[in-house]
């Protein structure tokens, strides 16, 4: 899979949902939480991008069994895992050459 | 603030008000709860971002219906947009080839009309006569915008008829 690079709030949107399914709120505060508070999300730029994910297929959605709050959940569908392991592939490789050439400089 | 907040979904398109908007409220009510008990500053804050992402949504939204690419989305990346095809179909190509072409045209002719105008000719006045009050240079002032605005709707509205919006409905597995 050689696919551009992932922006980051798209990459913690997937690694949120890499963990467990999740409905919106969730997904906002788990972003915000793996960010360390970098990265706050709107509800605008969630759905925007939650809409995108869906439509190229990478989650899926699904209704709560909670059927007392009855709230849209969303999950990673294989094809999301596949694009988020070659990402992280692709970000283990940058941080292996990047970490050699940092001490190659200080030595 | 929730009514604000549901006004401004209105700047959606239908399908994705839809699709999202209840559930778009459901979450702003719990981060608007969550912010509330925070303070007053975070809550600004948070208004802030709500309403500056709702704003960046409904274009990169309507861009998306409309041309086919979210580009003023802020989350965009290349690889949303990326399509491995020939991206504009063959009727867009020629509509923004007989534009460049009018244009082309244009510029020829205007250039010919001031190669035939004698070379001594007085200099032009004011384009605005002097007893033009304020009131009719606002009007005309609106109605240039009104006529700018309508050209952009139409040349908008040209794109989409060419059926380039149909390619952000292209299934994915066409992309890879």
């Given at each position: 899979?050689?696919?551009?690079?992932?922006?980051?709030?798209?990459?913690?949107?997937l690694?949120?949902?890499?963990e467990?399914?999740?409905?919106?709120y969730?997904?906002?505060?788990?972003v915000e939480e793996?960010?360390a508070?970098?990265?706050?999300?709107?509800?605008g730029?969630?759905?925007?991008?939650?809409r995108?994910?869906?439509?190229?297929?990478?989650?899926?959605?699904?209704e709560?069994?909670?059927?007392?709050?009855?709230?849209?959940?969303?999950?990673?569908?294989?094809?999301?895992?596949?694009?988020?392991?070659?990402e992280?592939?692709?970000?283990?490789?940058?941080?292996?050459?990047?970490?050699?050439r940092?001490?190659?400089k200080?030595? | 603030?929730q009514?604000?907040?549901?006004?401004?979904?209105?700047?959606f398109?239908?399908?994705?008000?839809?699709?999202?908007?209840?559930?778009m409220?459901?979450?702003?009510?719990?981060v608007?709860?969550?912010?509330?008990k925070?303070?007053n500053?975070?809550t600004?804050?948070?208004y802030l971002r709500?309403?500056?992402?709702?704003?960046?949504?409904?274009?990169?939204?309507h861009?998306?219906?409309i041309?086919?690419?979210p580009?003023?989305?802020?989350?965009?990346?290349?690889?949303?947009?990326?399509?491995?095809?020939?991206r504009?179909?063959?009727?867009?190509a020629?509509?923004?080839?007989?534009?460049?072409a009018?244009?082309?045209?244009?510029?020829?002719?205007?250039?010919?009309?001031?190669?035939?105008?004698p070379?001594?000719?007085a200099?032009?006045?004011?384009?605005?006569?002097?007893?033009v009050?304020?009131?009719t240079?606002?009007?005309?002032?609106?109605?240039?915008?009104?006529?700018?605005g309508?050209?952009g709707?139409?040349?908008?509205?040209?794109?989409r008829?060419?059926g380039?919006?149909?390619?952000?409905?292209?299934?994915t597995?066409?992309?890879?």
């Amino acid at each position: 899979m050689n696919l551009p690079p992932l922006t980051e709030p798209v990459l913690l949107i997937l690694l949120s949902l890499a963990e467990q399914p999740r409905h919106g709120y969730s997904i906002l505060k788990d972003v915000e939480e793996v960010s360390a508070g970098r990265v706050v999300l709107s509800t605008g730029t969630l759905y925007g991008a939650l809409r995108r994910l869906l439509d190229d297929g990478w989650i899926e959605r699904f209704e709560e069994n909670d059927a007392s709050r009855g709230r849209q959940a969303y999950r990673l569908s294989p094809k999301g895992r596949r694009t988020l392991q070659a990402e992280v592939t692709r970000l283990k490789q940058l941080t292996r050459v990047a970490g050699l050439r940092a001490v190659r400089k200080e030595a | 603030m929730q009514a604000l907040y549901e006004s401004l979904l209105r700047l959606f398109p239908r399908s994705y008000r839809r699709q999202f908007a209840e559930e778009m409220i459901a979450v702003f009510r719990e981060v608007d709860a969550d912010a509330r008990k925070m303070g007053n500053i975070v809550t600004a804050k948070f208004y802030l971002r709500e309403i500056t992402g709702l704003f960046r949504g409904a274009i990169a939204e309507h861009a998306q219906r409309i041309l086919g690419s979210p580009a003023p989305f802020p989350l965009s990346s290349r690889r949303f947009t990326m399509r491995s095809g020939f991206r504009f179909p063959k009727t867009t190509a020629l509509l923004m080839t007989v534009i460049l072409a009018g244009i082309i045209l244009a510029i020829q002719k205007a250039e010919e009309i001031s190669a035939a105008l004698p070379r001594d000719i007085a200099p032009a006045g004011p384009m605005w006569a002097p007893h033009v009050g304020i009131l009719t240079t606002i009007v005309l002032t609106f109605l240039m915008v009104y006529v700018a605005g309508a050209l952009g709707w139409i040349i908008l509205f040209a794109l989409r008829r060419s059926g380039v919006h149909r390619l952000s409905d292209m299934p994915t597995a066409q992309r890879d």
